[in-house]
């Protein structure tokens, strides 16, 4: 690892444990008020995945998202007749819907080449807005999620990239003249999550085993997805895991406020498998454009991390190791995902 690298990953480590410090520090004065109406509560959640947490700077090398989650026992009457075609919708304890805008970045492995990489991925840039709802309920969540967004120059990579390389002292990005052209995107999906084993009792320690399924379609990406995971912890609450940022299965954004003096956590390690259709991001621009690089059609990932929950805030730690993309890549990637919700 060279130094500028090490040097930045240490940087973002810090600036990011700093943040979730003072979150965490306006958290605990938080109180719960039960007598507040749920419409006027939301969970407001940022995202944060990098490479640096593994030492590289390279393929998907960041990706950032806002989210805001509110409790609903409607969501909006379009959103709903998408999720109405959908099995699992028809019973739920509570149905979040979400709100996301996002952020991500790719580039090949040599980003001080100027010259298009032919063997490589292409730069890249995807700026995306996401609306979701969802059932959640103690076997099980369901999701639905209906995308739009922009990729190309217009999604800003190149000043975003390039101002945080200067922040950090990092190599600039020398090749991003050579990024994908601007392209509209249009994504639907729908996620499944089954838990099949739980052993959790409330203030102990236990463990439970789930499954989980989906499908995306659209021009960025279409896929199908398989896995599972495990978690262990004390005073389990009923989630499914931290969120991820497409094309990773996602788990459960939305988490119940308990007391302001409550608290659990837990780790997890999980798989999944996905069944890759297109990658624009691999593949280049649908119609013209650029062109990209042969894409590999088995695309696995394991990860692993830890979730800490204390009254209205969640912090959420998963690092990633997922296999090579597309036919030449050098080699797999790790990357590290970082999320922080505070009720609000």
């Known amino acids: 690892m060279s130094s500028s690298t090490r040097y930045s990953s240490l940087t973002g480590f810090l600036a ?29 959640m940022v995202e944060y995945e990098n490479d640096l947490f593994a030492g590289e700077d390279r393929f998907y090398t960041s990706g950032i998202r806002l989210s805001r989650i509110a409790e609903a026992r409607e969501a909006p009457s379009w959103l709903e007749s998408i999720a109405a075609r959908f099995p699992g919708f028809d019973e739920h304890d509570v149905l979040p819907y979400r709100l996301s805008v996002g952020h991500n970045i790719y580039t090949p492995a040599d980003i001080e080449n100027p010259r298009f990489p032919p063997d490589d991925r292409p730069y890249a840039a995807w700026l995306y807005s996401q609306f979701s709802t969802g059932t959640l309920h103690s076997h099980g969540a369901d999701r639905v999620r209906v995308g739009l967004g922009i990729v190309g120059p217009a999604a800003l990579g190149r000043q975003v990239q390039k101002y945080a390389h200067e922040l950090i002292d990092s190599p600039i990005p020398l090749g991003w003249d050579t990024q994908l052209r601007n392209e509209p995107t249009l994504q639907v999906g729908y996620d499944r999550i089954r838990r099949f084993l739980d052993r959790a009792e409330p203030e102990q320690f236990g463990f439970d085993l789930s499954w989980l399924a989906g499908i995306t379609a ?40 308990e007391g302001a003096q409550d608290s659990s956590f837990y780790f997890f390690i999980g798989a999944e ?72």
């Not at 990860?303 to 797999?332: K, N, P």
């Open 16 to 44: 990011l444990s700093l943040l979730a410090h003072a979150i965490a520090a306006q958290a605990g004065d938080e109180r719960i008020d039960s007598e507040r109406p749920d419409r006027e509560r939301a969970i407001w």
């Open 218 to 257: 659209g021009n960025a990406h279409s896929h199908a997805t398989l896995g599972g995971f495990a978690r262990i912890g004390h005073n389990l609450p009923d989630d499914y895991g931290p969120p991820r940022i497409t094309p990773a299965a996602s788990g459960s954004s939305y988490f119940r406020a």
């Open 273 to 344: 498998g996905r069944q890759v259709f297109r990658d624009m991001f691999l593949q280049g621009n649908s119609f013209g454009g650029v062109s990209g690089v042969s894409i590999e059609r088995q695309v696995g990932e394991y990860f692993a991390g830890a979730v800490y929950t204390r009254g209205v805030f969640r912090l959420a730690y998963s690092h990633v190791w997922r296999t090579r993309e597309f036919i030449g890549q050098v080699d797999d990637q790790s990357y590290g995902a970082l999320s922080f919700s505070l009720w609000w």
